[in-house]
């Protein structure tokens, strides 16, 4: 069975400052792991996605995350947080194409 | 520019009264999937077609239909909508084929309020 968490329900950062949020999973095959970002009454845009080809993976707008198999973690950073990053943001597991499976979320807030 | 087009971007209907939102891509993606979100939380996967076939979620309520008349285009029929079924409504698509890993291309959403 397959699983996603994300730690941390809402998170907020100071403009400039570096952003961390956190998704951890579960899966019995080899997952492929994606971070969405949703802007208020917007649909969903891909930020990135891990696929087994590099363990570091760059995505749009600055951000990129690191798959670590050891600590079953997909985690979502950026050095330098701007005001138009605040948005909700979804880490997403699927290791079946018809298993997808969202976490709850992570609501960034950046401060000015 | 390749895309997944929903219409109407925001739907107001009265309680009890048939409702369809669409859904319409330019991708050629063999599987469209329709999620409800309500507010701050997640998008729920309603069901989702793979070309013709339809799969159904457990726990979808039989108030929720969906018809795919062709590859392009993907329906929600909500049959009589209550209060609760007022939330935003996602559609997405993506493929099969090899190397996609499942990635899924979101449309903008159609917000619907049932008064």
């Known amino acids: 069975a397959q699983s996603v968490t994300q730690l941390d329900s809402h998170v907020s950062v100071s403009e400039g400052t570096p952003v961390l949020l956190r998704c951890n999973y579960s899966s019995s095959y080899s997952p492929s792991l994606f971070w969405y970002v949703q802007h208020p009454n917007k649909g969903l845009q891909l930020l990135l996605k891990?696929?087994?080809?590099?363990?570091l993976v760059k995505g749009i707008n600055g951000f990129e995350a690191e798959f670590k198999k050891s600590e079953t973690s997909f985690h979502l950073t950026k050095p330098s947080a701007h005001m138009s990053d605040a948005a909700e943001y979804f880490c997403v597991v699927s290791d079946r194409y018809d298993k997808i499976i969202f976490g709850k979320g992570t609501r960034l807030h950046i401060l000015p | 520019d390749a895309m997944v087009i929903q219409n109407p971007r925001y739907q107001v209907t009265q309680f009890g009264k048939p409702v369809t939102l669409s859904c319409s891509q330019t991708?050629?993606?063999?599987?469209m999937y329709w999620y409800q979100q309500k507010s701050s939380q997640a998008p729920k996967l309603l069901f989702h077609y793979y070309d013709k076939d339809f799969n159904n979620e457990a726990d979808t309520p039989d108030n929720f239909q969906s018809r795919r008349p062709n590859t392009s285009f993907c329906f929600l029929d909500i049959r009589s909508p209550g209060l609760g079924d007022a939330a935003m409504y996602l559609c997405a698509t993506s493929t099969r084929d090899p190397g996609s890993y499942n990635e899924q291309f979101f449309g903008p959403g159609t917000r619907l309020t049932v008064l």
């Open positions: 991708l050629n993606h063999n599987v």
């Open positions: 891990y696929t087994s080809a590099a363990t």
